[in-house]
Nanobody, 116 residues
């Protein structure tokens, strides 16, 4: 059974940082591209960042470039999202996604709230 479990969300003031983690199990993690998505209230889910299976390639939404960093540890079956200089508009539920060819798995999400 495939499981993706996100952690690290919470309430943080603008300008501060958070690091999200997503621990994967039940799949050959090193074969999967991993992504972080987010969904704010009343909005569609959007791609935040993606990292290739090897970890050598990453891509980011324009809105988070220079502030967020995605990384992975294939030995720990974990992907991370380091979020710096957080803004109120980063408030959303953040979801971890694993993708390999036609296989697609999602975590349950973790809430990130940026507010003073």
């Amino acid at each position: 059974q495939v499981r993706l479990v996100e952690s690290g969300g919470g309430l943080v003031q603008p300008g501060r940082s958070l690091r999200l983690s997503c621990a994967a199990s039940g799949l050959p993690f090193s074969r999967y591209a991993m992504s972080w998505y987010r969904q704010a209230p009343g909005k569609e889910r959007e791609l935040v960042a993606v990292i290739a299976s090897s970890g050598r390639s990453t891509n980011y939404a324009e809105s988070v470039k220079g502030r967020f960093t995605i990384s992975r540890d294939n030995a720990k079956n974990t992907v991370y999202l380091q979020m710096n200089s957080l803004k109120p508009e980063d408030t959303a539920v953040y979801y971890c996604n694993a993708n390999y060819l036609t296989l697609d798995y999602w975590g349950q999400g973790t809430q990130v709230t940026v507010s003073s």
